[in-house]
């Protein structure tokens, strides 16, 4: 089994689709859900930064530090040249490694937002990468996390991923044609509903492409769910974290947790 290479979709998203208009997009899902008009005085942790373009987004709402990583050296590479693109600020630091590796994570300091979005689940053991995850919160900080909800579908999911990592590029084209038709065009045009509106306007999700999360959908291989129980009680009871926001969507779920303070 062919684990799917996150980065090279993301080197093509920042080739094609980076706009200034994006990234105020991501900026303003992250302060939105945060709650905050930005995030001046803060530091700023991205795990698993992908194209790059959140940790941008950390950096324009005012982030005083952030640091970046991913295990993909595609997405490393692409998060580099957004930050060289940026100007190269000295604020903002690209780092290649696993959330998963103790060795790596050992050199990595605290910060007050902990951020990780739809990616924990893809590590092959999401528990795991969320508790090393929560190991990163300042007292007081945030752990911004998406994660992938289980539903009556998911093992349906699993079979479709696998045949997509295994499939030729044509097979691949074939299945995102066929995702596209069955779960957009299709159900649209049934309503009544423009799915080129749809498609058009799906920037203002995070600054994402519709495209790119096509391929990000079908191709997302290790892939893991939890319940929404299941993840408020390993966070509660294990982590100790306090949750404060809670964002539901078609398949992840966001989720805001705090850290108190420790107590004297």
Same mark, same amino acid.
């Given at each position: 089994? %062919?684990?799917?290479?996150?980065?090279?979709?993301?080197?093509?998203? /920042?080739?094609?689709? @980076? %706009?200034?208009?994006?990234?105020?997009? *991501? =900026?303003?899902?992250?302060? !939105?859900?945060?709650?905050?008009? !930005?995030? $001046?005085?803060?530091?700023?942790?991205?795990?698993?930064?992908?194209?790059? /373009?959140?940790?941008? *987004?950390?950096? $324009?709402?005012?982030?005083?530090?952030? /640091?970046?990583?991913?295990?993909?050296?595609?997405? +490393?590479?692409?998060?580099?040249?957004?930050?060289?693109?940026?100007?190269?600020?000295? #604020?903002? !630091?690209?780092?290649?490694?696993?959330?998963?590796?103790?060795?790596? @994570?050992?050199?990595?300091?605290?910060?007050?937002?902990?951020?990780?979005?739809? +990616?924990?689940?893809?590590?092959?053991?999401?528990?795991?990468?969320?508790?090393?995850?929560?190991?990163?919160?300042?007292?007081?900080?945030?752990?911004?996390?998406?994660?992938?909800? %289980? #539903?009556?579908?998911? !093992?349906?999911?699993?079979?479709?991923? &696998?045949?997509?990592?295994?499939?030729?590029?044509?097979?691949?084209?074939?299945?995102?044609?066929?995702?596209?038709?069955?779960?957009?065009?299709?159900?649209?045009?049934?309503?009544? $509903?423009?799915?080129? =509106?749809? /498609?058009?306007?799906?920037?203002?999700?995070?600054?994402?492409?519709?495209? %790119?999360?096509?391929?990000?959908?079908?191709?997302?291989?290790?892939?893991?769910?939890?319940?929404?129980?299941?993840?408020?009680?390993?966070?509660?009871? &294990? @982590?100790?974290?306090?949750?404060?926001? @809670?964002?539901?969507?078609?398949?992840?779920?966001?989720?805001?947790?705090?850290?108190?303070?420790?107590?004297?």
């Amino acid at each position: 089994m %062919t684990e799917f290479s996150f980065g090279r979709n993301w080197d093509q998203f /920042i080739k094609n689709y @980076l %706009t200034e208009e994006r990234v105020e997009a *991501a =900026k303003k899902h992250i302060l !939105d859900f945060l709650e905050i008009p !930005d995030l $001046k005085g803060r530091s700023f942790l991205d795990i698993g930064c992908g194209s790059g /373009i959140h940790s941008l *987004a950390a950096l $324009k709402a005012g982030a005083a530090k952030v /640091i970046s990583f991913d295990v993909d050296p595609y997405s +490393v590479e692409t998060t580099r040249r957004v930050r060289e693109m940026s100007g190269s600020p000295e #604020t903002w !630091d690209v780092l290649s490694g696993s959330i998963l590796d103790e060795k790596f @994570l050992s050199g990595i300091s605290l910060a007050d937002i902990v951020y990780s979005w739809g +990616v924990l689940h893809h590590t092959g053991n999401m528990w795991k990468a969320v508790e090393n995850a929560s190991r990163f919160i300042k007292d007081n900080g945030i752990f911004y996390v998406a994660l992938y909800v %289980t #539903t009556p579908k998911s !093992d349906y999911w699993v079979r479709i991923k &696998k045949r997509y990592n295994t499939a030729s590029s044509a097979g691949k084209a074939f299945m995102e044609q066929w995702y596209m038709w069955r779960h957009l065009i299709i159900p649209y045009f049934m309503r009544s $509903k423009d799915p080129l =509106k749809y /498609i058009l306007e799906y920037k203002q999700k995070r600054g994402m492409s519709y495209f %790119t999360d096509v391929k990000d959908w079908l191709g997302g291989y290790p892939y893991e769910h939890a319940k929404i129980e299941e993840v408020l009680k390993f966070c509660r009871e &294990k @982590l100790g974290l306090e949750l404060a926001g @809670l964002g539901t969507g078609e398949a992840c779920i966001e989720y805001l947790f705090k850290k108190s303070g420790k107590r004297s």
